[in-house]
């Protein structure tokens, strides 16, 4: 018997499924296309380096998002998505395909301004990336149907207007690297979301802004910033 109704289990879409995929966490790796690192000041291929939203941060696509509050310089992030499907720990490289349910394509909204301040006091960027609404996310594709998720077009455009675009293999650390990574330092399990960097050309959105997007070969969102929550 719990004190009051507990929180309903947050789940994404799956496509050409009614049924749905139960998000369990949702991790995000850190700086991980090479022309971002420099776009964000950076010039390292450091060891990759994880952050975390919760699981109702989720929000299937398409959808409408409201601009959060505490922030004047509101991100998008476009990002690769996967799903694992089966739990692990110390996962090798060659086995981590062996884990992954299914992928996706979404946005990891950021409050810039907010990260700023985080990085320049050495605080951890929590308020900057985990806040309400902040991950939508296209259906989840399942891997039998997946083309690949080492190789292809990744992209994102504001108003019609193209804003990033690069091809999964420009990684820095391969989904089969940072998956095996991420598992020596926790045990993945079912449903955990793994966001995987963001190519260069981020930048700000205002409220009536369209973001679309997606992976060639696998999925597309459409995402409409509204006006202040």
């Given at each position: 018997?719990?004190?009051f109704?507990?929180?309903?289990?947050?789940?994404?879409?799956?496509?050409?499924?009614?049924?749905?995929?139960?998000?369990?966490?949702?991790?995000?790796?850190?700086?991980?296309?090479?022309?971002?690192?420099?776009?964000?000041?950076?010039?390292t291929?450091?060891?990759?380096?994880?952050?975390?939203?919760?699981s109702?941060?989720v929000?299937?696509t398409?959808?409408t998002?409201p601009?959060?509050?505490?922030?004047?310089?509101?991100?998008?992030?476009?990002?690769?998505?996967?799903?694992?499907?089966?739990?692990?720990?110390?996962?090798?490289?060659?086995?981590?395909?062996?884990?992954?349910?299914?992928a996706s394509?979404?946005i990891?909204?950021?409050?810039?301004?907010?990260?700023?301040?985080?990085?320049?006091?050495g605080r951890?960027?929590?308020?900057?990336?985990?806040?309400?609404?902040?991950?939508?996310?296209?259906?989840?594709?399942?891997?039998?149907?997946?083309?690949?998720?080492?190789?292809?077009r990744?992209?994102?455009?504001?108003?019609?207007?193209?804003r990033q675009?690069?091809?999964?293999?420009?990684?820095?650390?391969?989904?089969?690297?940072?998956?095996?990574?991420?598992?020596?330092?926790?045990?993945?399990a079912?449903g955990d979301?793994?966001m995987?960097g963001?190519?260069?050309?981020?930048?700000?959105?205002?409220?009536?802004?369209?973001?679309?997007?997606?992976?060639?070969?696998?999925?597309?969102?459409?995402?409409?910033?509204?006006p202040?929550?």
């Open positions: 018997m719990f004190v109704d507990p929180p309903r289990q947050s789940s994404l879409a799956v496509q050409g499924n009614s049924n749905r995929f139960p998000v369990r966490r949702v991790f995000c790796v850190g700086r991980n296309y090479e022309a971002h690192v420099r776009e964000m000041g950076n010039d291929r450091e060891p990759p380096f994880f952050f975390t939203k919760p109702d941060a929000r299937d398409p959808c998002i601009y959060p509050p505490l922030t004047e310089d509101l991100h998008f992030e476009v990002e690769l998505v996967i799903a694992i499907g089966k739990g692990g720990a110390n996962i090798s490289d060659a086995d981590v395909m062996g884990h992954i349910w299914g394509v979404g990891d909204l950021t409050r810039r301004d907010l990260q700023a301040e985080a990085k320049k006091m951890p960027w929590d308020w900057a990336k985990a806040f309400d609404q902040s991950a939508p996310i296209a259906p989840i594709v399942p891997i039998a149907d997946v083309p690949s998720v080492e190789a292809g990744i992209w994102l455009s504001v108003n019609g207007e193209q675009e690069a091809d999964l293999s420009d990684m820095i650390w391969a989904v089969r690297e940072h998956v095996a990574i991420l598992s020596q330092a926790m045990v993945l079912p979301i793994i995987t963001t190519p260069a050309g981020v930048g700000a959105v205002v409220p009536g802004d369209v973001l679309t997007g997606g992976v060639d070969g696998l999925a597309s969102f459409e995402v409409i910033i509204g202040r929550a």
